[in-house]
C-alpha cells in the first residue's frame, strides 16, 4: 500500500508542486478579496456598540437584523432615504445599459462589417475617451451639465455614464460582430431576408451572450460610480446609493452597522446579475458561437 | 431553372479590377465552373451574380429579368458558401426552413417541403440536431438542402467541397453532379481545382486577373487551350511550356534552343510558328502526348531527369529541357533515375504553339 503512494506521489511530484502551490496562491487570493465581504457582512449584524468592542467578536454575541430593518423600513427616515436610493441607482443603471446597447448595437455591427472612410479614425476616437482617467472630465462636464441645466438631474449621470460605457460596450460588441462570418448574413438575404432581417434574426440572437456581457459592465459601472454622482447631485431625493449611504458617516460619529449593512444590500443586484447570468459569460468565452 | 447572363459585368475598386468586362451565358440547366486561381475574380463575379456586393459596371439578368439592380432575396437565388453558412442557432430543419419563412409559405407547406429536400439528401435523421453536432460532410448536405428546398431558378456555389477531406470531396463530388442531373438545375460553381471544374462541369470559365480567359466545354478547353495561362492552369500535371524560337532553314522551320538544338516542324506547326508576332514561339505538351526515349531519336530534344515520381499505374517525371520544367509519363516499368540523360519526343500533331510576345495560342487561319 504505501509502495503504491509513494510511488504515485513520486509520479506526480513535478506537476503536482506546481498545483498545490498555485491553489495556495488561489487561497491567499480568495482570502484577500472575501475577507472584507465577510467583515461587512458580520458587522452589519451587529449593534453599534459591539461594532466598537475591541478586541472586536468574529460574531457577535447577539446578532441582530436590525440595521437591515432600519434601511428598509419606509416609516423611519433611514429606509425612506434608501429604499429612494437604491431606486434612483436602478432608475439611472437601467437606464444607462439601455441606452448603451440600443446605440452600441447598430455602431458596432457598423464599425466590425462596413468600410467607410474615417473608420479607423472614429474608431479610435471612440476608445479615446476611455483612456484618461475620469477625474480628468469632471469640471469640464460639470460646466457642460449646468449650461445645460441637467445639473441634479438624473439626465445629468446617465449622459456621463454613457461617455464611459459606450465606448466600451462598442469595443467588446465589434468583438463579438468580427467573430461572426459574414456569409451568415450573405446566405440570409439569399434566403429572403432584408439587410435589417438578416442582422435581427441571424446576428442579434448570435451575439446575445456578448450584449448580455455588454449590458452587465455598463450596469455594474453606472451602479458603482462615485465621483460624478458626488458632484452632479445635490438634493438627497435625487442621489443615488454610492452617495447616499455616505449620510451614515456623521460629523460625530460613523454607524458602522447600518454602513455596512447598506453596502451589503447595494452588492446584492450585482451579485444576483452575475449569478442569473454567468452562463453567458462562459459560453461568451468557451464557445465562440460559430465555427470558421 | 433559368438562363443567366452576365454582359460586361465590372467590378473595380479604385484602379484595382477585381472583375473586368466578363460577359457570358449560362444555359438553362447547364453546369459552369469558375474556376481560376485565387484572387482572379470569381468568386466576386458569383457574388455579383448573388447581389451581394454592388457592380461597378455591366448588367446580370436570370432567366427574362433583368436582375442588376435588385437585392439579393429578389433574385430568387440559392447559394452554397464554403463555410456553408449554416445559421449556428437553429437546428437543421429551422435551418432548412428559413428561407421558406422568408417567402412566407404556409407552414404545413414548409413541412412538406422540409421533409422532402432531407430525404432527398439523407438527412431526414438529422433534421433536429443542431449544425455544430454535425460532421463535415453532414453541414454541406444541409446547405446542399437549404439550398434546394426553394426550387430557385439557379444555385450558385462557392467551393463547397474545398472545407472537406480528400476522400468525402470525392463522394461529395459526385454527389452534386448527380444533384445537377436529377433537377437539372442551372448551376454557377466557383473553384479553384481545375480537376473538380472539368470533371463536374458541362463549361469551364477560366479566369485569372479579373479577365475572362476561356469559356468552353472542359474538353474543349483541354485540348485548344486559348493562352499559355489556360494551357498551363487546366491538367494534371500541367501542360510543360518551353520559350524556342522560331528560325526559318530553307524550306523547313525549326524551333531552335539556345543550347543549340532544332526541332524540325511539320507543315501546320510550320505555318502556326511563322505566324507569331515575333521569332519567340513557347511549345507546349502534355505529359500524355510526350515520349521518352534513352537514346537520341529523330524528331526528338535533349533533356535531364529532375525528379522521379511513381505513383503505381503511371511514374510521372519532370525532366528540364532548355531550362524549363518538362512534365512527362512513363509506364512504371520504364526506369528513370534522376540527372540521367533522355530524349524528349513531342507528338507534332498534339503540341501546342503560343506566341512568346502575347503568350496566345497559335492557331491556323481557317
Known amino acids: 500500500m504505501t509502495a503504491i503512494t509513494e510511488a504515485a506521489v513520486t509520479q506526480r511530484k513535478g506537476a503536482g508542486g506546481w498545483r498545490w502551490s498555485g491553489r495556495i496562491f488561489l487561497l491567499l487570493l480568495l482570502g484577500f478579496t472575501v475577507m472584507p465581504m465577510i467583515w461587512m457582512f458580520i458587522t452589519s449584524l451587529k449593534t453599534g456598540f459591539a461594532a466598537m468592542q475591541y478586541p472586536p467578536q468574529w460574531w457577535p454575541s447577539e446578532p441582530t437584523l436590525e440595521n437591515y430593518w432600519r434601511l428598509i423600513d419606509p416609516s423611519g427616515s433611514v429606509g425612506r432615504d434608501f429604499v429612494q436610493y437604491f431606486l434612483n441607482s436602478v432608475w439611472v443603471s437601467t437606464l444607462t445599459t439601455i441606452l448603451a446597447v440600443v446605440v452600441a448595437v447598430p455602431a458596432a455591427y457598423a464599425f466590425s462589417r462596413f468600410r467607410f472612410p474615417g473608420r479607423t479614425f472614429l474608431f479610435f476616437a471612440v476608445l479615446l475617451r476611455n483612456m484618461f482617467p475620469a477625474v480628468v472630465f469632471l469640471v469640464p462636464l460639470f460646466i457642460l451639465m449646468k449650461a445645460l441645466g441637467l445639473v441634479n438631474t438624473h439626465g445629468s449621470l446617465i449622459l456621463t455614464y454613457l461617455t464611459f460605457g459606450l465606448p466600451l ?49 455598463s450596469f455594474i459601472g453606472a451602479w458603482n460610480e462615485y465621483i460624478y454622482a458626488y458632484t452632479f447631485l445635490t438634493r438627497h431625493d435625487q442621489m443615488t446609493l454610492p452617495v447616499g449611504i455616505q449620510r451614515f458617516f456623521s460629523e460625530n460619529a460613523t454607524d458602522w452597522p447600518g454602513l455596512m449593512a447598506a453596502t451589503f444590500m447595494m452588492s446584492i443586484p450585482v451579485v444576483v446579475l452575475f449569478l442569473v447570468l454567468q452562463r453567458y459569460f462562459v459560453r461568451a468565452l468557451t464557445e465562440g458561437a460559430v465555427k470558421h | 431553372m433559368a438562363q443567366v447572363v452576365l454582359k460586361d459585368v465590372v467590378k473595380n475598386y479604385g484602379d484595382v479590377y477585381a472583375v473586368n468586362h466578363v460577359s457570358l451565358t449560362v444555359e438553362d440547366g447547364e453546369f459552369v465552373a469558375l474556376v481560376g486561381p485565387s484572387g482572379c475574380g470569381k468568386t466576386t463575379t458569383l457574388n455579383l451574380v448573388a447581389g451581394l456586393i454592388p457592380m461597378s459596371g455591366g448588367t446580370i439578368s436570370i432567366g427574362d429579368r433583368d436582375v442588376t439592380d435588385l437585392d439579393p432575396k429578389d433574385r430568387d437565388i440559392a447559394m452554397v458558401f464554403q463555410n456553408y453558412a449554416l445559421y449556428p442557432q437553429k437546428s437543421v430543419y429551422k435551418n432548412l426552413a428559413f428561407p421558406l419563412q422568408m417567402r412566407k409559405l404556409p407552414k404545413d407547406e414548409i413541412d412538406k417541403r422540409v421533409q422532402a429536400a432531407a430525404k432527398t439528401l439523407d438527412i431526414v435523421h438529422l433534421l433536429e440536431r443542431k449544425p455544430r453536432e454535425l460532421s463535415g460532410g453532414q453541414q454541406q448536405r444541409v446547405a446542399l438542402g437549404r439550398a434546394l428546398v426553394r426550387e430557385p431558378r439557379a444555385f450558385l456555389m462557392d467551393e463547397p467541397l474545398s472545407n472537406l477531406d480528400a476522400k468525402l470531396r470525392v463522394q461529395m463530388r459526385s454527389e452534386i453532379k448527380r444533384f445537377h442531373q436529377d433537377l437539372n438545375a442551372t448551376i454557377i460553381y466557383v473553384t479553384h481545382d481545375q480537376l473538380e471544374a472539368v470533371t463536374m462541369s458541362d463549361k469551364m470559365a477560366v479566369m485569372n486577373g479579373g479577365f475572362l480567359q476561356q469559356y468552353d466545354s472542359p474538353a474543349n478547353v483541354f485540348a485548344n487551350p486559348v493562352n499559355m495561362f489556360v494551357a498551363s492552369f487546366v491538367g494534371s500535371p500541367a501542360m510543360s511550356l518551353v520559350p524556342l524560337t522560331a528560325v526559318t532553314k530553307g524550306t523547313d522551320v525549326v524551333l531552335a534552343s539556345p543550347e543549340g538544338w532544332e526541332l524540325p516542324l511539320n507543315a501546320a506547326n510550320a505555318k502556326k510558328a511563322l505566324s507569331a508576332k515575333s521569332n519567340k ?42 531550362g524549363a520544367v518538362v512534365n512527362v509519363s512513363v509506364d512504371p516499368t520504364f526506369l528513370l533515375r534522376p540527372d540521367e540523360p533522355v530524349f524528349i519526343e513531342f507528338d507534332q500533331n498534339r503540341m501546342h504553339l503560343f506566341d512568346g510576345e502575347t503568350e496566345m495560342a497559335l492557331k491556323l487561319a481557317d
Open chain 2, 281 to 322: 514561339v513557347v511549345l507546349g505538351g502534355r505529359h500524355s502526348t510526350i515520349k521518352v526515349h534513352k537514346a537520341q531519336v529523330p524528331g526528338s530534344v535533349p533533356g535531364k531527369v529532375y525528379t522521379v515520381e511513381p505513383t503505381g499505374d503511371v511514374t510521372f517525371a519532370q525532366v528540364f529541357v532548355s
Open chain 1, 169 to 217: 460596450a462598442i469595443w467588446l460588441l465589434k468583438g463579438f460582430y468580427d467573430n461572426i462570418p459574414v456569409q451568415l448574413e450573405q446566405a440570409a438575404r439569399i434566403d429572403g431576408a432584408t439587410r435589417f432581417q438578416a442582422f435581427f434574426l441571424i446576428v442579434m440572437p448570435l451575439s446575445t451572450p456578448g450584449i448580455i456581457a455588454t449590458s452587465i459592465y
